[in-house]
Every structure is written in structure tokens, then in C-alpha cells.
């Protein structure tokens, strides 16, 4: 079973920063490929930047590379999402999802992730 639960959404001013974990528990969790979504309402799922554990690799949306870091603890089970530079396009519902193995690689269709958190809520004012 897997469990993916995120916190640490919030609204903040563009320009601020916020971090978003993701408690990801499952076996396996380790060679996983972890990503996070965003989605607001009425627009398809969007891929912002997925790790794969299995090759090291990480992975970004030119929308956020430069701004936004994934980062991970292992021993505690969490993924990190951290935003800095926020602007207001970011604002979206935040996903954590997982890609258990044996798979070929990480892709950022999020159909091909069948674990989802609950998601977390951002919002960046203008």
C-alpha cells in the first residue's frame, strides 16, 4: 500500500517562497519515481519536476527550473518541494505522486502515475 500525504501549502506574496512535503510510505518507495503535479481548476494536471530514484536524475518544467528544488529524506520517508521566486502563475493545488517499479522511466504524464496525495493548496498574490 502507499500513502502520500502533503503539507505546507499556503498563500503567499510573489516573490515569497513556501516548502511543500510529501510523507511518501510504500515498499519500494526507495527506487520509486517521485514527482509533484499542479492543477488548477478547469486545466489538466501539470508536471513540475519528478525524481528517479533508480538513475539519481531529476527532472524540472521550464516553468519552474531555477526557482523551485525537489529534495528528499530518505530515513524520515519525505519529499520536499522547495518554491522560492513565487509568482502568481503558480498558484495551483499541489500533487505529490508516485511510480512504484519495475518501470522503464520517469515520465512526466501523470497518467502513468497511480498513486496520488490529497494535495496541497498555493496561492501567490500579485
Known amino acids: 500500500q502507499v500513502q502520500l500525504v502533503e503539507s505546507g501549502g499556503g498563500s503567499v506574496q510573489a516573490g515569497g517562497s513556501l516548502r511543500l512535503s510529501c510523507s511518501a510510505v510504500?515498499?519500494?518507495?526507495?527506487?520509486?519515481?517521485l514527482a509533484w503535479f499542479r492543477q488548477t481548476p478547469g486545466k489538466e494536471r501539470e508536471w513540475v519536476v519528478v525524481i528517479n530514484n533508480l538513475g539519481g536524475n531529476t527532472y524540472y518544467a521550464d516553468s519552474v527550473k531555477g526557482r523551485f528544488t525537489i529534495s528528499q529524506d530518505n530515513a524520515k520517508k519525505m519529499l520536499y518541494l522547495q518554491m522560492n521566486s513565487l509568482k502568481p502563475e503558480d498558484t495551483a493545488m499541489y500533487y505529490c505522486?508516485?511510480?512504484?517499479?519495475?518501470?522503464?522511466?520517469?515520465?512526466?504524464?501523470?497518467?502513468?502515475?497511480?498513486?496520488w496525495g490529497q494535495g496541497t493548496q498555493v496561492t501567490v498574490s500579485s
Open positions: 510504500a515498499n519500494h518507495i526507495n527506487s520509486a519515481c
Open positions: 505522486a508516485a511510480r512504484l517499479p519495475p518501470y522503464s522511466s520517469c515520465t512526466s504524464s501523470y497518467s502513468a502515475y497511480p498513486y
